[in-house]
């Protein structure tokens, strides 16, 4: 895949203009499917050589056509095939058409397919532009085919996997692998389309990427060439105050534990001076628990204001453990002129005035990171939650838009947006990643790289990727203190 391509996000409609601007530049269209339905034969043979037959599903458009295409060259190759199609075939027209054309077997209707033992199933019925409900008969086929657990291999998307989104339409496929073209689609690393992909392979096609590029819509894989540019690079003689000053506000006695998780955490990220900002009824539970990382007596605005003073204070991260209520909503509001987290309570806090902290937002320069989770997200942004048209992406986007900041939208497929339009989908987080703690830690790496006067968005999109490498290094099982122990170089 050419590099500029790699961590390239496309969706279906981009893809379709894609197709048609590469046929407008005088490629033969039907070459280029030609080569998509060589890449998905090829695929298949090298994962499951040993099959007793290959069952290629084909549907009534294009990924259809790459069906037939990988069926006749899978029969070339000496490979018992079985065809078979929903809708009629001879309907087909265009590039489909021609490659229907090219199989010389016969061709069933899908409610005759009888899945057996032995049988690859090759799944070319519908791709990522699948936009609607399926129809009850290949419902009823992928039902059938699921429950005998055979190895799938889909064709661009495992059919039923809606491309913009990730939802299922229906019913849908589970993949043990999936052969796409050129670029990823949202529905490839978007829950719960991410689970139903299996091991995902990216085929260079011959569209040039000149073409695939001019159709970027800014969307993302989250990786290092993201944000490896704005990556601190120190040398061993950088001063401590270079490294940046991050501040983790703590709540009261009983719930100091996860300023602290943030805290160390952004002293592991990079933050050259991490402080414990603490009520004094909890400084003496805090002062205990911390060594590296110091400690400040903050109890109310006055005392927040005068601290604000020094110029060395560099990022702060407000609402792990913080509590719910007026003086969350008090502080975030005088810190949003400033580089800010707000994550947990703090987010919670102003479930009923977000108008006030919009508004203040949008008022204030400061570069603000915010960290819902889901319910969290719907807390804060009810009616977009709450839009089922919307992808994943989109609510984000849509979020970042209406709040004025970066908006990190949790999950296994966690979703960072800007309100300038950039956004970055991730997709390096293991499954046992969602632990006790876990959330705190994110909040204090992406502090760290606030500290350091990283860029608000790759801030936050380094502290994701680096929080989801934590997870891999620390293996299943993993604590938050372990998670900790494990947050990977930057840059």
């Given amino acids: 895949m050419h590099a500029s391509l790699q961590d390239l996000l496309i969706t279906p409609a981009q893809m379709a203009a894609i197709d048609l601007a590469a046929a407008r530049s005088g490629i033969d269209s039907f070459l280029l499917m030609r080569c998509a339905g060589s890449a998905v034969a090829a695929a298949v043979l090298r994962h499951y050589p040993q099959a007793q037959r290959y069952v290629v599903l084909c549907g009534p458009g294009n990924n259809g056509g790459d069906g037939y295409v ?25 590039d489909a058409a021609c ?24 799944d070319a019925l519908f791709g990522a532009g699948l936009a609607r409900d399926l129809p009850g008969p290949v419902v009823a086929a992928i039902e059938r085919v699921n429950a005998e ?57 011959g569209i040039p990427a000149r073409i695939v590029v001019a159709e970027d819509g800014g969307l ?21 105050f270079r490294r940046g000053h991050l501040a983790v ?30 009520p004094t009824s909890a400084l003496e539970t805090n002062a205990a628990h911390l060594t590296a990382v110091m400690l400040k007596a903050i109890d109310d605005g006055q005392d927040l204001e005068r601290w604000l003073q020094d110029v060395r204070l560099g990022a702060f991260v407000l609402g792990p453990g913080f509590g719910i209520g007026d003086r969350a909503r008090n502080f975030a509001l005088t810190l949003c002129d400033r580089a800010l987290v707000l994550d947990a309570d703090g987010i919670t806090s102003f479930q009923a005035h977000t108008t006030a902290l919009f508004a ?7 570069r603000v990171v915010m960290t819902p989770h889901e ?73 760290a790289h606030l500290a350091q006067d990283m860029p608000v968005f790759e801030a ?29 170089p930057l840059g």
């Fill in 70 to 94: 990988a069926a006749q060259a899978l029969v070339e190759s000496g490979a018992d095939v079985a065809v078979f199609a929903f809708g009629d075939p001879s309907t087909l027209h265009g």
């Fill in 99 to 122: 490659a229907r054309r090219l199989w010389r077997g016969t061709i069933g209707p899908l409610a005759d397919l009888v899945p057996r033992s032995g049988d690859v199933i090759v």
């Fill in 149 to 205: 657990d055979l190895p799938i291999v889909a064709v661009d998307l495992p059919t039923g996997v809606d491309g913009r989104t990730g939802q299922v339409r229906g019913a849908a496929f589970a993949a043990r692998h999936t052969i796409t073209f050129m670029a990823r689609k949202p529905g490839h690393l978007l829950l719960p389309g991410r689970s139903l992909c299996g091991a995902l392979e990216v085929h260079d096609i």
């Fill in 220 to 240: 993302r894989v989250n990786a290092p060439a993201l944000w490896s540019a704005h990556a601190t690079r120190l040398d061993a003689s950088s001063h401590k």
């Fill in 249 to 278: 506000f703590s709540g009261g006695a009983q719930a100091t534990g996860a300023a602290r998780l943030s805290a160390t955490a952004g002293l592991a990220a990079g933050a050259g001076l991490v402080t414990v900002a603490s």
């Fill in 360 to 366: 203040r937002l949008a008022a204030a320069s400061g």
């Fill in 375 to 447: 319910g969290e997200f719907a807390r804060l942004f009810p009616e977009i939650a709450r839009d089922v048209s919307l992808s994943k992406i989109e609510k984000a986007q849509a979020a970042a838009r209406i709040s004025h900041a970066t908006i990190v939208y949790k999950g296994a497929d966690t979703v960072i947006a800007s309100p300038d339009g950039k956004v970055a989908v991730n997709a390096n987080a293991p499954p046992w990643l969602a632990t006790a703690g876990s959330g705190d830690v994110l909040a204090g790496i992406i502090g």
């Fill in 460 to 488: 936050a999109a380094a502290g994701v990727w680096r929080h989801g490498a934590a997870g891999t290094r620390a293996g299943v099982g993993l604590t938050a203190e372990t998670l900790v122990a494990s947050i990977p």
